[in-house]
């Protein structure tokens, strides 16, 4: 319940930004919405997908698409010295040496990055 | 006709609001010295009990103000307000989080006095409050040894935001055989290094610990 509460107002904030872009655009209609989500964003994906429908009704986004790209954790490795992905979200830890994972670098992402407009 | 579909790109972070105001809270914080301090936990962790104890021993030293963010009661702010530390409700109706213009719309002409510490409770959630930089310096989580030594595993992200742990109700540790050593070790898992210190509101045990910490925290920020 909570946490439906949360993904409905990051979807209202989407459907904000993708109708300020494609203003910005000339556009009338978005057909689809590109966003970028890391597992640290601390919105849940299916959540948000159910939330996104009920965020686009009677909007200028009404039956668009949400196409998300889930991206990873991945930690700058204190021992590889290099970016490495974490084993998981229980266990931050380089996935290579299994060093701890205390500088995150990125998988926080909560991002518009394109749209489909028309 | 429809003219045909084109693909544009875009690069907007969807809380760019939040972060925006949450960096210029923080400025604000940082120039007039104020060291500002976010709690979060689930629901019943004893946020509440821990923060009027707080209240209370650092009031007699110097400045301390709380916010406090709750659903629909002002139970929380009337309990604060014992330790006779300025203290404000910021009431969230439907909304399971703070956020950064709540913080800031709050702090409009308040608190009355100059204060050294500024404590932001948030509502009792492990999920929605990692999404929001409050503008905090300090994050802490809280965890009860009642709500078991999984917690962090269940919530990492919460964890991971966090800057620091607090294990709290160390006086029922025993009689729920609290597993101290999976607490720590499921800690470490999910945020490497992260400090965890404990403390009981109802016996004072571990108050003394927490409140040189966060003195030793405030100096080296200065």
């Known amino acids: 319940m909570w946490a439906q509460m949360h993904e409905l107002s990051i979807a209202l904030g989407i459907v904000e930004a993708a109708q300020e872009e494609a203003a910005k655009r000339g556009a009338s209609r978005v057909t689809a919405v590109h966003l970028k989500l890391g597992p640290l964003s601390g919105v849940v994906k299916d959540a948000l997908e159910f939330s996104y429908g009920v965020a686009c009704a009677d909007t200028t986004l009404q039956g668009s698409r949400l196409v998300i790209e889930e991206t990873r954790i991945m930690t700058l490795c204190a021992n590889c010295g290099e970016r490495r992905p974490v084993e998981s979200l229980q266990s931050f830890r380089c996935a290579v040496c299994e060093t701890p994972a205390t500088e995150i670098v990125e998988g926080r992402e909560l991002q518009l990055v394109a749209l489909e407009i028309e | ?222």
């Open chain 2, 1 to 222: 006709m429809n003219p045909e579909p084109r693909l544009v790109e875009v690069r907007r972070n969807i809380l760019k609001q939040n972060d925006v105001t949450a960096r210029q809270l923080r400025e604000r914080f940082r120039t007039s010295g104020v060291c500002a301090v976010s709690l979060v936990s689930s629901p019943g962790a004893g946020k509440t009990a821990f923060l009027e104890k707080t209240l209370a021993a650092l009031r007699e030293r110097r400045g301390v103000a709380a916010l406090v963010g709750d659903l629909a009661t002002e139970n929380d702010a009337a309990r604060l307000a014992r330790s006779r530390a300025p203290v404000k409700q910021i009431t969230t109706g439907t909304l399971c989080h703070l956020e950064a213009a709540m913080v800031e719309r709050a702090l409009e002409g308040w608190p009355p006095e100059p204060v050294k510490y500024l404590f932001i409770e948030n509502v009792g959630n492990l999920v929605c409050p990692a999404s929001y930089d409050l503008g905090e310096d300090l994050r802490m989580v809280l965890l009860s040894v009642t709500e078991g030594e999984d917690k962090p595993l269940k919530y990492p992200t919460i964890f991971n935001t966090a800057d620091v742990a607090m294990i709290t109700k160390i006086d029922l540790a025993e009689a729920v055989e609290f597993d101290w050593a999976a607490a720590r070790a499921n800690i470490e898992a999910v945020r490497p290094g992260m400090q965890v210190l404990q403390v009981s509101a109802k016996t004072g045990e571990g108050m003394a610990d927490w409140l040189a910490f966060l003195e030793r925290w405030a100096e080296s920020r200065q």
